[in-house]
């Protein structure tokens, strides 16, 4: 941490555990007995408790979103750009709540948790777990905080699926759904990357079918590969450009052995740091989660009729260089969302950094988020709920 | 092979091998006493020697471009859509010399030959070889077969580089250069993709350093992930989604373990084939030889002087879904080409294909290379030059 706090940072903050002592019986037809859920809050909730805002994680995120844990931390949460008092979510006005999701490694129940039936780490075994799933222990977790309807549900990329699954699963308790470099379900070249990143980690014989801990091992290799592949899908091939060119790491092409262009060097340092925090076992669930989500999947692909139990208002955002949730996967949501008479904004917003926009301070960016949060938190502010429960009149 | 020869194939064929007795130094500085290239022939040559055409081949490609080795191969060469009698490339009218690369694993003096100052495979000493050193090498060959010039060097990505260097390096050499779905260098995007690859198959354990055979080991693995990674920046977003869609192998999403999607199963397929057939060290060579073309980078990154030499007309043609040599690269080596004063044409096509496009029997593209080589074959049997010696003036 700086050595003073900055003033628009939402400042040190402690994870807190929620425990759902009741079963939860997950889409796959497994039952986890109990979970735990490990989140963050920042700012205060109002005495009516309508200005709580859901802040939902992607692949590699988690519940740390904003500020920082210890006056040693060098780096704050991983949206922080985003979270704090006078920012787009701002922690002056709303109560941001963010948990790490179920089958996750930061703290939530997850592969490397203990199993209560065996007392030995689930790994490999921790049932497969979908982003209906996650909601649903979601929603608990409102329920525990006594939140009964959320102000915003918020998310980028894999968050944006659950912000929309949300207005999906629970209609009365969304005000507003905000779907950043999201889609509605993954495109089989999307697939087909999660898969590289799979077969990277199952591959590495340090992996011993996801029995690693148990033989004190950790598939460094794979995961590192892994993070590789996602890491250039996430950057776009002008942001890359700029960013690194074709500068050699040494200044000779003669003295060609091991990593020699700067991109290299970069995409080895973020692969070799990942591996190090990140479980294996987490990854190939989350990856799986991206795959299967496709709520038009029960609708006959018909994502309007998916979209129809929607009661809030929508916010859905793209980048134009954002080529894994490209423009025209956002476009599909808006286009459903208009055709199913939703309340609908939507905002593409032109920038140079890929799929990793979503957590960049774009100008533009952070402005409409900005503008679209604080009309809501004026609105909440005076006890309105005319955009929610009149949405669909809205959008006619 | 089908039962019987299709009338349009070049039939049995066999390789032959140029060996080359004399040393060649290469631009890493490196020696090789002496090399083999591999390499096949097709059609005939005429009497005056201007009728050949050589096919520059891509990262995994080798000499075998088109018809059988024998009656009881399922496939033909790897650009059989384009060379045979009457197609394209046409084997009536043209003497198609095809070779593989040296560094190659398919019969060219590469990592897999021995090393003649050890008795030893050369593995991973095999010096590193560069798109230059191709073109240099290719010249022995052409001397070899008494060719003074070529009608055309043709090539496909790392083969179209290679054509461009021809006319570079050797312009009284060369009466045409066919760039097909090529790229005056990488980007850093493809550096990146290119050095994940690598890293797949250094970081397998049964890698060890490059000495696998001496080990009696393979990266298999790795190899499969390399290949994975290739093929699906090879393919366009929408071809995946028209070839597999999301698809399921088996029908039910609730049987989530190993391979699920369809494009998963095809990729491991595909992935698995290449490990048997390919050589690790020789992946390596070649990724980096694509890596480091650049011939602008000598020439203060000016491609209008690194193409100034060139004395060839050109044909640059690119696929609208190719988004690893995309459109843009093709312009970029069309307008330095045009600025340069060259005898330039150029044809983008409409594909849904992506990189692959180059190997697939698209109408417009074959109709496109086919008439601009058919002229090509008739200026030459006309004994005419015009079009090489008066290039620049063609283009005024």
Not at 181 to 193: D, E, G, H, T
Not at 252 to 274: C, I, K, M, N
């Amino acid at each position: 941490m700086a050595d003073s706090v900055p003033s628009d940072s939402v400042g040190l903050v402690t994870p807190r555990i929620f425990a759902s002592e009741d079963p939860l019986t997950l889409q796959c037809g497994a039952t986890l007995p109990r979970f735990d859920l490990v989140y963050e809050t920042y700012g205060e909730l109002n005495a009516s408790r309508s200005n709580a805002v859901l802040i939902c994680h992607a692949l590699s995120g988690h519940h740390h979103a904003a500020g920082y844990h210890s006056a040693d931390d060098r780096k704050p949460g991983w949206w922080d750009t985003c979270i704090g008092p006078g920012k787009p979510i701002d922690t002056d006005r709303f109560f941001v709540v963010c948990p790490n999701n179920l089958g996750g490694c930061h703290g939530s129940t997850g592969p490397t948790s203990d199993d209560p039936a065996t007392g030995e780490p689930y790994g490999p075994t921790f049932p497969a777990v979908t982003v209906p799933d996650w909601v649903h222990s979601q929603r608990r977790l409102a329920d525990h905080l006594d939140i009964e309807r959320f102000a915003a549900v918020i998310g980028g990329s894999l968050g944006g699926m659950q912000a929309m699954q949300w207005a999906i699963s629970y209609p009365e308790r969304v005000r507003a759904a905000v779907l950043i470099a999201s889609a509605p379900r993954l495109s089989a070249q999307n697939i087909a990357f999660n898969e590289i990143a799979r077969q990277a980690i199952t591959s590495d014989p340090d992996f011993h079918d996801g029995h690693y801990r148990a033989r004190g091992t950790n598939p460094d290799r794979g995961l590192m590969l892994a993070r590789m592949v996602g890491h250039v899908t996430y950057l776009s091939d002008d942001g890359m450009r700029q960013k690194f060119g074709r500068e050699l790491k040494s200044g000779d092409p003669r003295e060609a052995s091991g990593v020699e262009f700067q991109v290299e060097s970069y995409l080895h340092h973020q692969g070799r740091s990942f591996s190090r925090s990140f479980d294996a076992n987490t990854y190939l669930l989350m990856t799986r989660a991206l795959d299967y989500f496709d709520p038009a999947g029960e609708h006959g692909d018909d994502l309007v009729a998916a979209l129809a139990p929607a009661r809030c208002r929508f916010l859905v955002v793209s980048f134009t260089t954002d080529w894994r949730f490209s423009v025209e996967r956002s476009r599909e949501i808006v286009d459903a969302l208009v055709r199913a008479r939703k309340n609908v904004a939507s905002a593409i917003i032109d920038t140079e950094h890929g799929h990793d926009s979503f957590l960049l301070p774009v100008p533009r960016y952070v402005d409409v988020l900005g503008t679209y949060l604080r009309r809501l938190a004026d609105e909440v502010a005076a006890g309105g709920d005319a955009n929610t429960r009149g949405a669909a009149a809205d959008a006619r």
